[in-house]
């Protein structure tokens, strides 16, 4: 399913999402995955993603999954190149408000789960970087020239705290770069819509019946104090173990993509 390229229409340094090509393509063959609207999904796939995330996660009710599942638009399922499983998945949705008198779109990322046996930080980042390609996707095909465009997620693990900071320049908060009020206006109304509890003091989200990961921490992110993301994101957020999350937004614009974050994008 090949779908479209998203065409620079400036020079290298300054790109803009623009004109859509034939190249652009949503489909990853070498891992197993591929963008699906969530109205497409058979049963066999809703359950075999509910089986998956209890897998990775506890505290995960099939009432919960499904109303969660049924809210988003897209999702990213990656198979087993023998189809013979399912090997993780990521979702997605967006969000329109009007803050501060600006239009605003909000991609919001529901879960994301590797299934354990299958190398779960390649799965993760090919996973993450289809989940992104349609975002800018849906970028291009944007007909209000003044709308910002924001991915909004809420971390409780490290480990997709740290993958945006390989592919994005500037998010919030970061350490050096607290949420302003602006962004916490933002995202308190993000949260509000979501119906999720939003503390604008800490930046943390608190989930009524917060799922957990089975393991919270791989054994080099453990030993990894050295990293400034590592240290701010345990300071910021210590309930991490409790499901307590970090509420960050990124800026999405051409601009804001380091080279990692330009190659998954462009090329």
């Known amino acids: 399913m090949v779908l479209s390229h998203l065409a620079p229409l400036m020079s290298e340094a300054s790109r803009t999402v623009g004109i859509i090509d034939q190249d652009y393509s949503l489909i990853d063959e070498r891992h197993g995955m591929a963008v699906l609207s969530v109205a497409s999904l058979t049963p066999l796939q809703r359950s075999e ?40 998945f990521s979702t997605l949705r967006t969000i329109r408000v009007t803050v501060d008198d600006q239009p605003i779109v909000a991609f919001y990322s529901g879960d994301t789960v590797a299934r354990p046996d299958t190398h779960g930080s390649a799965t993760t980042f090919a996973g993450t ?5 349609k975002m800018f996707y849906e970028m291009s095909r944007s007909q209000v020239p003044q709308e910002r465009f924001v991915w909004f997620t809420i971390n409780s693990t490290i480990k997709g705290y740290r993958l945006t900071s390989m592919i994005f320049r500037e998010f919030v908060p970061t350490p ?37 990961p089975r393991e919270l921490f791989s054994q080099g992110e453990a030993t990894r104090q050295d990293d400034p993301y590592v240290r701010f994101f345990r300071l910021v957020n210590p309930a991490a173990d409790a499901g307590e999350r970090i509420a960050s937004l990124i800026e999405l614009t051409p601009e804001n993509l380091t080279p990692v974050g330009e190659r998954m994008v462009f090329r």
Not at 54 to 72: G, I, M, W
Not at 129 to 133: K, P
Not at 197 to 212: C, K, M, Y
């Open 129 to 133: 970087r289809l989940v992104i390609r």
């Open 49 to 88: 993603m509910l089986a998956l995330l209890q897998t990775c996660y506890t505290n995960v009710s099939p009432a919960q999954f499904n109303r969660d599942l049924d809210e988003k638009e897209w999702v990213v399922l990656a198979r087993d190149l023998d189809g013979a499983g399912m090997r993780g």
């Open 176 to 212: 050096g770069r607290p949420l302003s009020q602006a962004d916490t206006r933002l995202i308190a109304e993000l949260c509000r819509i979501k119906g999720l509890a939003f503390d604008s003091a800490t930046g943390i989200v608190r989930l009524e019946n917060p799922t957990r």
